[in-house]
C-alpha cells in the first residue's frame, strides 16, 4: 500500500502541473484540461488525507467533486463552443476585448 | 447674598430687552428702561457696601455670592461665585454710579440717534460685563468680564458705523487690547500653576504663604498680568488705541474710556497686590511705566486741538499716576485716584460733549461745516454755556490738584508715596502733575475765555444745553469737588476713611511690604504746600501763554521745533508701530497667501491629487485582460499566501531567504508584465 | 459501531428548498407550457422567494438547531444574509425580466439561473460543513458562468466575461477543493464545529492547517475579489449584462464573505495568530488597489467593479479583526453593501442605452433629465462614499471600531485613508450629475416600473441602514454575531 506521505506529494505533484498548464497554455481546452488537473490533484489529496484519518468524509467528498466538475466542464464546454463560435479560435490570448 | 447676582442680572436684562425689543420703543422708554436698569443695580450696589461695610472688624472681611459651578475639569474648579469685600463694592458703586449719571445724560446727548435702542442695549450690555469683571470670584470669571467690556467698547468705538475713521479705531482697540488679553491669560495661567487654583481669594492667601518675595516664577505672573493692565488701561507702549477711541460717542468716551473699563488694569493690579508685593521687580516695572506714561501722554495733551483728544491724552496720563500708585506700594491711593478720577474725568467728558453737542448745534443753525470738536474754532464760550462752564471749570480744578476739590488730596497722596520711593519718580510725577494743571487750564482757555474764533453767525446760535445734560454734570462736579473727602489725609477721625475700608484688601501685600511709617503731618503739609505751588505754577505758564489770545506759544513752537515735532507726530508712535508690526505683518500675510499657500499648500493638494491620478493610471495598465497574466497575478499572491501562512513557524532566516525570493519573484513578474505602449 | 438516525432538521433547509424548488419548477413549466411562459415564471419566482424569505421566519423565531448532520445552520446571521440575498435576487429577477429580455435572453431562463445561484449563495451563507461551503460555491458560480454570457448573442465582450470568468473561477476552485483536503487532512473532519473544536484543542497539524487555510483565503478570496485575486472582476462586470453584474457585486460577495467568516472567524478562529496577519494584508492591499484604480475609470460599471473591490476590502478589515466586533462589523457593512451597491447598478441600468456602456459623461446633467434618479445615485454614492449619516458611515465607523478594538490600529488608519481616496470618484459622479451641463444630444431618461420598483427598494433598503433606523439594524447584527458559533 502507498504511504499518504507519497499520494500527497504525488498530489502536490500533479497540482503545480496544473497550475502550470495553465499558466503556460493557450489553447482553452488544454487550460481547462490543466483545471481538471488541479481538481484531481486535490481529490487524491482528499483520498490521501482520508485514508490517514480512516474516515468517508474524504472519500465521498471526492464524490461531490467529481460531479461539481462534471457540471462545471458541461458549462464550460459551452461557452467555448459558443465563443469558438464568435471568434474561430480557442486562444485564450485573443480574448481582450476587456481590459484596463 | 444671591441678590448680588441682581446687580449683574438687571443691566443684563435690559441689554437683553433692549436688543430684542428696542426697535418698537420709543426713545425715553428706551432711556428709562436702560437708566432704570442701572439705576436698580446702584441701589443693590449701595446694599452691598453697606453689608460689606458692616464686617469692617470683623473676622471675615468678603462675601461671597454663591452660584452654580461652571466647570469642573481634574483639580480645577471654577464657580459662578461673585467676590464682595471693600475693593469691589467700591468698584460696583463707581461702575452704578456713574454708570446711571452717564446714562441719565445720554438720554439726551443721543437724542434722534438712528440706533438709539443699539446703544443703550451696548450700554447696558457694558455695565453688566464691567460689573462681572470687578465682581468676579475668580480669574476666569474676571476675564468673562475682561472679554465682555472689551467687546462692548470695541462695539461702541465704532458705533458710527457709517464713520470709516470709526470703525478702523474700534479695530485698533480690539487688536491692541488682544496683545493685553494674552498678557492676562499668561498670567492666569502662572498664578495657576503657582497656586493650583484660580480663586482670587485664595491665592491672595496662598502667595505669601508659600512663596518668598522675588520668587522668579511670581514676576513672570506680575508682569505678564501687567501686559493685560497695560492694554487695557492704556499704558505705554500699549496707550495708542485710546485717544483713536474717542471717535465713538462722548458719553461713551465719559463711561469706557475714562471712569470705567480703563481703571480695569488699575483694579486687577490692586486685586493682585500681593503678587506684586512679592516680586519688587515688577513692582519697579509698574512705577516706571506708570510714570512715564503720565509724562508722555501729558506731553501729548499740550499740543491737541481736538477737545476729547486732550481729554484722552490726560486720562492715559491719569491711569499712569495709578500705576505709579501701585507700583510704590500704596495701593489705597490708586483706588483712591481711580474713584476721584471716575467723577472728574467723567464731568470733564460730559462737559466736552456738552460743547460739542452746542457747537454742532450752532454749526449746523449757521449752515456752516466744521470739526465742532476743534478747539482752535472754539473760544468765547463762557458766555454762551454758562452751566457748562462752571462744571468744567470745577473738573479742570480738581484734575488739575486745587484744593480743597477730588484731584488734590487723591494726587498729593500719590506723591507723597512716590516720594517715599524714589526721588526721580517723584520728580517727574510732581512735573506731570505741573503739565496737568498747564493743559487744563490751556483747554480752558481756548475753550471758554479767549475770545471766540468762531463765525458771528454760528457764535450767535450757540445755545446752553437744557437740564437733561446740565443735571448730569451738576451732578459729577459735586462729586468731583465733594470726591476728597472720602480719603482725607491726616490722622483724625475723618481721615484715610477709603484706605481703612480697602484695608482688608490691601493688608495681605502691605504686611508682605513690611512696615509702613505714617505720614507725619509736617511731611504732609509740606507736600500739600509744594504741590499748590507746582499748580499755580503750571496755571500761571498758561495763564502767561493762552490769555487773551496772545501767540506766545506758537512762537514757543516755532522756535523749538525739534520739542514741538515729536509731540504732534505723537513721538512717531504710531508710525513706529505701522511700520515695524503692522507692515511686515501685511506682508508676511500677503507672502503667505500668495507664495505658500498657492504654492506649498495647493501645490502639496494638486500634489497629493496627481500623485493619486497617476498612479492609478499606472496600477490599471497592469489589467491587460489577458486571462494568463491574470493567472500570473493570481500565482503570485497565492505563493505568496502560503509562503506567509504555512513559514510562521520557520525560523527567521528561512523567513528572509524565502521572503526575499518571492519578493524578487514580484519585482520580476511587475517588470515583466510592464505596460507596453499599444503599438 | 451504533447507528444513529440523522437529524433531518427540516426547518433549516427549508428556505433553500424552497428556492431550489421555485428554480425547478419554473424551468419544468416553461419547458412544458412555452406559452406566456415568460410573465408567469417572473411573478412565479418572484413569488417563490418571497415564499422563502416567509421560510426564514420560523428558523428565525423557533432557532433550530443544526440540521443534516450539522451540514446547515440556520443561525440568525445566516437568516440575516438570506433575506438579504433572496431580496437582492428578487430585485435582478425583476430587472432581468425588463432588461435581459431586451438582450434577447428568454426571461424564465434568467430566473431559473438567478434562482439557482440563490439557491447557492443560501447554501453558502447558512454552511454548516466544508462540503455546504463547495456545493454552494459552485452551484451559485456554475450559474453565474452561464448567467455572464447571457447576451453573447448581441454582446461579444458577454462572452468573454463568461469564459475568463469560467477559466479563473475554474483555477480558483482547484486552489479551494485542494485548501479543503489540506484543512481535512489537519484536524480530520469536514463539521466546522468540529474543526473548531479540533483547532482549539490544539488537535491539529499546524503545517497542514497553515496550507489548507491559505488555500481556502485564495479560493474564497477569488470570489469576493481581494487583491490579487481580484483581476477577473472589472473585466466580467463590465462584459456581463448588468443585471448580471449587480447579482455578481451584491450575491457572490455577500455569499463568499458570509462562508470566509464561518471558516476563518468562527472554525480557525482558534488559530487566528497563523491567518489575521496575512488577512490584514489583503485588506490593505484591496483597499488600496480598489481605490486607486477605480480612480482612473471612466466605465462606469468598471467604476463600480473597483468599487466593490475596494469595499471587499473593507469587510475583510471586519475579518481581521476578528471577534464578536468584527463578526458584527462584517454583517452589518455586508446588508449596508447590499443595498447601496445594488441601488447603484440599478441607477447605471436606467442610463444604459442599447450601444454600449454607461460611461461617466453619460452622467452631464442627470438633475436636469431626471432629478429623481439623480438624488437617488447620491444618496448611493455619499453612502459607499461613507458619509454620515447614511448606512456606509454606519458600516465603516463599525469596521474600524472593531480593527481598533482588537488592536490593528494601523489596519484602521490605512482604512480611513483609503475612504478617502475613496471620497474622491464617489463624489466625482455626484459632480458629473449635478453640476455639469449636459451634453446636447442627451437623451431625456424615462424609468420603467420594473426599474422603478427596484430603485425605491434599494433606497429604502439604504435609508433603513443609515441613521437612525440602521441603530436597530446594527443591534441586530450584534445579536447574530454573538450566535455565531
Known amino acids: 500500500m502507498t504511504p499518504p506521505g507519497l499520494t500527497l506529494a504525488l498530489s502536490a505533484l500533479l497540482f503545480g502541473l496544473g497550475v502550470t498548464g495553465v499558466l503556460v497554455r493557450r489553447n482553452v481546452l488544454v487550460v481547462y484540461m490543466s483545471i ?65 | 447674598m444671591a441678590h448680588a447676582w441682581l446687580l449683574i442680572l438687571l443691566p443684563l436684562f435690559g441689554a437683553g430687552y433692549l436688543a430684542w425689543q428696542g426697535r418698537h420703543l420709543r426713545e425715553e422708554q428706551i432711556g428709562t428702561i436702560a437708566a432704570g436698569a442701572v439705576g436698580g443695580s446702584f441701589v443693590i ?39 464682595l469685600d471693600p475693593l469691589s463694592t467700591v468698584m460696583t458703586l463707581v461702575v452704578t454710579g456713574v454708570g446711571l449719571v452717564i446714562h441719565l445724560y445720554a438720554r439726551g446727548y443721543m437724542h434722534g440717534d438712528p440706533h438709539f435702542p443699539r446703544f443703550f442695549a451696548l450700554l447696558n450690555l457694558f455695565i453688566a460685563a464691567m460689573l462681572v469683571l470687578v465682581l468676579g470670584e475668580n480669574l476666569a470669571l474676571l476675564f468673562v468680564g475682561w472679554e465682555g467690556v472689551g467687546f462692548c467698547s470695541y462695539m461702541l468705538i465704532g458705533y458710527f458705523t457709517e464713520k470709516q475713521s470709526a470703525s478702523q479705531a474700534g479695530k485698533k482697540a480690539f487688536i491692541v487690547n488682544r496683545i493685553g488679553d494674552l498678557g492676562f491669560l499668561l498670567g492666569s495661567f502662572l498664578l495657576y500653576r503657582a497656586t493650583g487654583t484660580l480663586s482670587l481669594p485664595e491665592i491672595v492667601k496662598a502667595l505669601p504663604a508659600e512663596y518668598a518675595v522675588g520668587n522668579p516664577q511670581l514676576t513672570a505672573a506680575a508682569l505678564c498680568f501687567f501686559v493685560g ?34 481703571t480695569a488694569g488699575v483694579y486687577l493690579t490692586v486685586r493682585l497686590s500681593v503678587l506684586y508685593a512679592l516680586s519688587p521687580f515688577a513692582s519697579q516695572v509698574v512705577a516706571v511705566i506708570g510714570v512715564l506714561t503720565a509724562l508722555l501722554a501729558a506731553l501729548l495733551a499740550l499740543v491737541q486741538h481736538d477737545i476729547k483728544k486732550v481729554l484722552a491724552y490726560s486720562t492715559v496720563s491719569q491711569l499712569g499716576f495709578m500705576f505709579l500708585a501701585v507700583g510704590v506700594g500704596a495701593y489705597a491711593a490708586a483706588i483712591f485716584h481711580l474713584v476721584t478720577h471716575a467723577f472728574f474725568k467723567g464731568l470733564l467728558f460730559l462737559c466736552s460733549g456738552s460743547v460739542i453737542h452746542a457747537m454742532e448745534h450752532a454749526l449746523h443753525h449757521a449752515h456752516e461745516s466744521g470739526d465742532p470738536q476743534d478747539m482752535r474754532q472754539m473760544g468765547g464760550l463762557r458766555e454762551k454755556l454758562p452751566q457748562t462752564h462752571w462744571t468744567m471749570l470745577i473738573g479742570g480744578a480738581a484734575i488739575a490738584g486745587l484744593p480743597p476739590l477730588a484731584g488734590f488730596f487723591s494726587k498729593d497722596e500719590i506723591l507723597l508715596h512716590a516720594g517715599q520711593g524714589h526721588l526721580l519718580l517723584w520728580a517727574v510725577a510732581t512735573g506731570v502733575a505741573l503739565l496737568t494743571a498747564f493743559y487744563n487750564a490751556r483747554l480752558l482757555y481756548k475753550t471758554f475765555w479767549q475770545p471766540t474764533r468762531m463765525s458771528a453767525a454760528a457764535y450767535a446760535a450757540v445755545e446752553e444745553n437744557g437740564p437733561t445734560l446740565i443735571l448730569p454734570l451738576q451732578i459729577l462736579a459735586g462729586l468731583a469737588a465733594l470726591g476728597g473727602l472720602l480719603n482725607l489725609p491726616g490722622h483724625g477721625l475723618c481721615s484715610q476713611q477709603l484706605a481703612r475700608f480697602l484695608d482688608p484688601v490691601t493688608a495681605p501685600a502691605l504686611h508682605v511690604l513690611g512696615a509702613h511709617h505714617p505720614f507725619t503731618l509736617g511731611q504732609e503739609v509740606r507736600g500739600m504746600l509744594f504741590s499748590v505751588g507746582v499748580v499755580m505754577v503750571g496755571l500761571g505758564l498758561a495763564a502767561w501763554g493762552y490769555r487773551e489770545a496772545n501767540q506766545r506759544m506758537g512762537q514757543l513752537a516755532a522756535r523749538y521745533p525739534r520739542c514741538y515735532r515729536p509731540l504732534v507726530n505723537l513721538y512717531g508712535l504710531d508710525e513706529f508701530y505701522q511700520r515695524w508690526v503692522v507692515r511686515p505683518g501685511h506682508q508676511c500675510a500677503e507672502w503667505l497667501a500668495r507664495e505658500f499657500d498657492a504654492g506649498v499648500i495647493d501645490g502639496l493638494v494638486n500634489g497629493v491629487g496627481s500623485f493619486f491620478s497617476d498612479s492609478a493610471e499606472f496600477t490599471r495598465r497592469y489589467q491587460p485582460g489577458l486571462v494568463r497574466s491574470y493567472a500570473l497575478w493570481f500565482t503570485l499572491g497565492a505563493v505568496g499566501l502560503l509562503a506567509a501562512l504555512a513559514l510562521r513557524p520557520a525560523p527567521a532566516v528561512v523567513q528572509g531567504v524565502v521572503g526575499g525570493l518571492l519578493l524578487l519573484l514580484a519585482g520580476g513578474t511587475v517588470w515583466v508584465m510592464r505596460p507596453r505602449s499599444e503599438a | 459501531m451504533d447507528f444513529r438516525p440523522p437529524d433531518m432538521n427540516l426547518w433549516a433547509a427549508l428556505p433553500t428548498a424552497v428556492v431550489g424548488a421555485t428554480a425547478l419548477v419554473t424551468l419544468l413549466l416553461s419547458v412544458l407550457r412555452p406559452a406566456g411562459a415568460a410573465r408567469r415564471s417572473i411573478s412565479f419566482t418572484l413569488f417563490g422567494l418571497a415564499l422563502a424569505a416567509v421560510g426564514c421566519l420560523p428558523a428565525a423565531i423557533f432557532r433550530p438547531g443544526p440540521s443534516f448532520q450539522g451540514m446547515l445552520v440556520l443561525d440568525p446571521a445566516a437568516v440575516l444574509l438570506s433575506l438579504l440575498l433572496l431580496g437582492a435576487t428578487a430585485v435582478c429577477v425583476l430587472l432581468a425580466s425588463r432588461y435581459l429580455v431586451h438582450d434577447g435572453v428568454d426571461a424564465a431562463e434568467a430566473a431559473v439561473l438567478l434562482t439557482l445561484g440563490c439557491a447557492g449563495m443560501l447554501f453558502m451563507v447558512s454552511a ?24 453573447g448573442a448581441r454582446d461579444r465582450t458577454s462572452h468573454e466575461a463568461a469564459l475568463k470568468y469560467l477559466l479563473l473561477g475554474a483555477f480558483a476552485t482547484g486552489f479551494l477543493v485542494y485548501g479543503m483536503a489540506f484543512v481535512y487532512g489537519a484536524t480530520g473532519s469536514l463539521d466546522l464545529r468540529e474543526i473548531g473544536a479540533r483547532i482549539a484543542g490544539g488537535g491539529a497539524a499546524p503545517g497542514f492547517l497553515a496550507v489548507g487555510l491559505a488555500l481556502l483565503l485564495i479560493g474564497l478570496g477569488f470570489k469576493v475579489a481581494l487583491v490579487p485575486f481580484h483581476m477577473w472582476a472589472p473585466d466580467v462586470y463590465e462584459g456581463a449584462p448588468t443585471t448580471v453584474a449587480a447579482y455578481m457585486a451584491v450575491g457572490v460577495k455577500v455569499a463568499a464573505f458570509m462562508a470566509l467568516l464561518r471558516v476563518f472567524n468562527v ?52 475579518l481581521a479583526a476578528g471577534g464578536a466586533a468584527g463578526a458584527q462589523a462584517v454583517l452589518f457593512y455586508s446588508v449596508a453593501y447590499g443595498f447601496m451597491t445594488l441601488g447603484a447598478f440599478v441607477v447605471l441600468l436606467a442610463l444604459e442605452r442599447a450601444d454600449d456602456k454607461p460611461q461617466l459623461d453619460d452622467l452631464r446633467g442627470l438633475r436636469r433629465r431626471h432629478p429623481l434618479l439623480a438624488a437617488a445615485l447620491a444618496t448611493f ?4 462614499a461613507g458619509i454620515p449619516p447614511l448606512s456606509g458611515f454606519l458600516g465603516k465607523w463599525l469596521l474600524i471600531s472593531a480593527a481598533v478594538q482588537a488592536g490593528q490600529v494601523p489596519l484602521a488608519v490605512a482604512a480611513v485613508l483609503c475612504s478617502a481616496i475613496a471620497a474622491f470618484y464617489y463624489l466625482r459622479i455626484v459632480v458629473y450629475s449635478y453640476m455639469r451641463e449636459p451634453a446636447d444630444d442627451a437623451s431625456p431618461v424615462t424609468l420603467a416600473a420594473e426599474t422603478r420598483q427596484a430603485l425605491a427598494a434599494c433606497l429604502i433598503g439604504t435609508l433603513l441602514c443609515s441613521f437612525p433606523f440602521g441603530l436597530w439594524l446594527l443591534s441586530a447584527a450584534g445579536w447574530a ?5
Not at chain 1, 464568435?86 to 486562444?91: A, E, F
Not at chain 2, 497695560?230 to 474710556?257: N, R
Open chain 3, 267 to 318: 472554525a480557525a478562529g482558534g488559530a487566528a495568530a497563523s491567518w489575521q496577519a496575512a488577512v490584514a494584508w489583503l485588506a490593505v492591499l484591496t483597499m488600496l488597489v480598489g481605490n486607486l484604480v477605480a480612480l482612473a475609470q471612466t466605465s462606469l460599471k468598471r467604476l463600480l467593479a473597483y468599487s466593490s473591490i475596494a469595499h471587499a476590502g473593507y469587510l475583510a478589515v471586519g
Open chain 3, 381 to 384: 454614492m455619499f453612502a459607499l
Open chain 1, 36 to 100: 481538471e488537473l488541479m481538481l484531481n490533484a486535490a481529490n487524491l489529496a482528499f483520498i490521501a488525507f482520508g485514508r490517514l484519518h480512516g474516515g468517508l468524509d474524504g472519500q465521498l467528498f471526492v464524490f461531490f467533486s467529481m460531479v461539481v466538475a462534471a457540471a462545471e466542464v458541461a458549462v464550460g464546454l459551452g461557452i467555448v463552443v459558443a465563443v469558438y463560435k464568435q471568434l474561430h479560435s480557442v486562444d485564450v490570448d485573443q480574448l481582450n476585448l476587456l481590459k484596463f
Open chain 3, 128 to 151: 454548516g460543513n466544508l462540503l455546504m461551503v463547495f456545493i454552494g460555491l459552485e452551484t451559485m458560480s456554475v450559474a453565474l458562468y452561464i448567467l455572464a454570457g447571457l447576451a
Open chain 3, 481 to 485: 454575531a454573538g450566535a455565531l458559533r
Open chain 2, 229 to 262: 493692565a497695560c492694554g487695557k488701561s492704556a499704558q505705554f507702549p500699549l496707550y495708542i488705541w485710546l485717544p483713536d477711541a474717542m471717535e465713538g460717542p462722548t458719553p461713551v468716551s465719559a463711561l469706557i474710556h475714562a471712569a470705567t473699563m480703563v
Open chain 2, 45 to 83: 450696589a449701595v446694599l452691598c457696601w453697606l453689608q460689606v461695610y458692616a464686617l469692617r472688624g470683623g473676622p471675615v472681611d468678603h462675601l461671597i455670592a454663591g452660584g452654580p459651578s461652571w466647570l469642573a475639569v481634574g483639580k480645577l474648579t471654577v464657580d459662578y461665585h461673585l467676590l
